[in-house]
């Protein structure tokens, strides 16, 4: 007996795997592409990337001076839990080879100026020399630097990205964070709100 004939334009098993791996990508990219329309129509800033970190105690600062930074003939010290025990501080991830960086820096040079604040700075993955052009061309703001060479530092940080800046209070509890250089708008509506409210009675 012969077997019966199959339909020629009915697709077999294989064909349909076959299929549904040529389309996939396809399928993937019309997802991915409406979460990108949701976010743009929500008007929700994708920079704004909460962090689990924000209210819990910050990490452990224990990093190498960035050796050559002086300030006023003294050598600016390393950034270390010591350096900012017991102060409202402002840690700022940055590097040399970073634009954003350098163009949020003449906030951090106004920043530096605030009494209520200690101004830091932590080094990422970046050359030494080329860290100390950057500060001496643009001017240091930063009360005392570590170097974080290989990244570990932000790891534990929790960094997406560089610049990225951190208030932690005086009891070393982390109480904001900017992803990205700080705008005036984001100095305006974020942090010196921030600020404030770790400084009111009671805070």
Same mark, same amino acid.
């Given at each position: 007996?012969?077997?019966?004939?199959?339909?020629?334009?009915?697709?077999?098993?294989?064909?349909?795997?076959?299929?549904?791996?040529?389309?996939?990508?396809?399928?993937?990219?019309?997802?991915?592409?409406?979460?990108?329309?949701?976010?743009?129509?929500?008007? &929700?800033?994708?920079?704004?990337?909460?962090?689990?970190?924000?209210?819990?105690?910050?990490?452990?600062?224990?990093?190498?001076?960035? =050796?050559?930074?002086? =300030?006023?003939? &003294?050598?600016?010290?390393?950034?270390?839990?010591?350096?900012?025990?017991?102060?409202?501080?402002?840690?700022?991830?940055?590097?040399?080879?970073?634009?954003?960086?350098?163009?949020?820096?003449?906030?951090?040079?106004?920043?530096?100026?605030?009494?209520?604040?200690?101004?830091?700075?932590?080094?990422?993955?970046?050359?030494? =020399?080329?860290?100390?052009?950057?500060?001496?061309?643009?001017?240091?703001?930063?009360?005392?630097?570590?170097?974080?060479?290989?990244?570990?530092?932000?790891?534990?940080?929790?960094?997406?990205?560089?610049? =990225?800046?951190?208030?932690?209070?005086?009891?070393?509890?982390?109480?904001?964070?900017?992803?990205?250089?700080?705008?005036?708008?984001?100095?305006?509506?974020?942090?010196?709100?921030?600020?404030? &409210?770790?400084?009111?009675?009671?805070?």
């Amino acid at each position: 007996m012969n077997a019966p004939m199959k339909d020629p334009g009915t697709p077999q098993p294989a064909s349909r795997r076959r299929l549904v791996i040529a389309f996939l990508p396809l399928v993937l990219f019309i997802a991915l592409s409406g979460v990108f329309l949701y976010q743009l129509g929500s008007g &929700k800033n994708a920079s704004e990337i909460p962090s689990v970190l924000i209210g819990s105690k910050a990490p452990s600062l224990d990093l190498a001076p960035l =050796e050559g930074l002086v =300030e006023d003939g &003294k050598a600016v010290p390393a950034l270390t839990d010591a350096a900012i025990d017991g102060k409202l501080a402002l840690i700022n991830v940055w590097a040399s080879w970073c634009v954003p960086c350098r163009q949020e820096h003449p906030i951090l040079l106004e920043l530096a100026r605030d009494p209520r604040i200690m101004l830091v700075g932590i080094n990422y993955k970046d050359k030494t =020399e080329n860290a100390l052009r950057f500060l001496g061309e643009l001017g240091n703001p930063f009360a005392a630097v570590g170097i974080d060479p290989n990244g570990k530092a932000a790891i534990d940080w929790g960094v997406y990205g560089v610049p =990225e800046t951190y208030l932690v209070a005086p009891d070393g509890k982390i109480l904001f964070k900017q992803i990205g250089p700080f705008t005036i708008d984001a100095l305006r509506e974020k942090l010196l709100p921030a600020i404030e &409210k770790a400084m009111a009675p009671g805070a």
